[in-house]
């Protein structure tokens, strides 16, 4: 079998009608995954994600579909086309975001990003999150699976000063955080997404401390099995056609052609 030298990690925010910020229609959307699996490319687990790393082989042409926070377009768009194509993806969600009630059906008003934020600093959060009760069936469906991008998504570095007190309310927020998922998927994530890719030492031995050695930043990086685990990088997704995210995608599964890609074109 051919094995993967290196694993791409795309990273997706909405999928939505409404354009902006780190949106995607769901045409190119479907377009972008439709293209994935005809090109090859299998959607990993992040239970394969921690063997890549511990230098076990994972199939060639391999890659991680990665969402973060935990929009309901996540549900409306995203959900249907990985069915479709017999893909799955990773949500790192927010679990304050994320509320109580029925799964929703024949939803079409959608915010975008910017909208979305505003509703939530409101507290008006279940307009646009996922309820538990969606989380579930996405996970029943095998369509995503569930990890942690905190609990409040908020930047302590930025809201406490001093770094003890900064070190705590971070513990805090990053145990809840596991500990609700535990509770709601019976699962103890070892992975987590930091909010804005912002980390820093003390960020990773808090971490680490409360059970993630899996650590998801905003940095393009060249993920090879000697990577280390605490600094995974991933690829921005743009609402581009289906052959630029393939390219990108096959010039990160390959270590030379990301290494001289990130030469030549610095982030």
């Known amino acids: ?10 990273m997706y925010h909405h999928v939505s ?5 780190v949106t995607l229609g769901p045409g190119v959307f479907r377009a972008q995954i439709a293209a994935l699996a005809g090109a090859g490319w299998r959607s990993a687990g992040l ?11 994972l199939p060639a042409r391999s890659c991680v579909i990665s969402f973060d926070d935990g929009y309901l377009d996540n ?11 017999g893909m799955k993806a990773v949500l790192f969600v927010v679990t304050g975001w994320l509320g109580e009630g029925p799964a929703r059906t024949g939803v079409t008003a959608l915010s975008g990003h910017r909208e979305c934020m505003q509703r939530i600093q409101a507290g008006r959060h279940d307009e646009v999150m996922l309820r538990w009760s969606e989380v579930e069936a996405m996970c029943a469906a095998g369509t995503f699976e569930f990890h942690s991008h905190t609990h409040s998504h908020v930047r302590w570095d930025r809201t406490i000063a001093d770094s003890a007190t900064r070190r705590a309310a971070l513990a805090e927020d990053l145990s809840l955080s596991r500990q609700i998922l535990a509770s709601r998927l019976g699962v ?12 820093d030492a003390d960020h990773v031995r808090v971490a680490r401390t409360v059970g993630f050695d899996h650590l998801y930043t905003t940095e393009r990086r060249v993920n090879l099995p000697s990577s280390d685990p605490a600094r995974i990088g991933r690829l921005a ?13 096959r010039i990160y599964g390959h270590p030379l052609l990301g290494r001289l890609y990130n030469l030549i074109r610095p982030r």
């Open 1 to 10: 079998m051919e094995t993967a030298r290196a694993l791409p990690v795309l």
């Open 17 to 21: 009608p409404s354009p902006g910020l």
């Open 47 to 57: 239970g394969e994600v921690e063997r890549f790393f511990a230098g076990e082989p």
């Open 75 to 85: 549900w409306v768009h995203a959900h249907p086309v990985l069915a479709e194509f």
């Open 188 to 199: 103890a994530s070892r992975h987590l997404c930091w909010p804005q890719g912002h980390y």
């Open 237 to 249: 997704t743009k609402d581009r056609p289906a052959d630029w995210l393939v390219s990108r995608t």
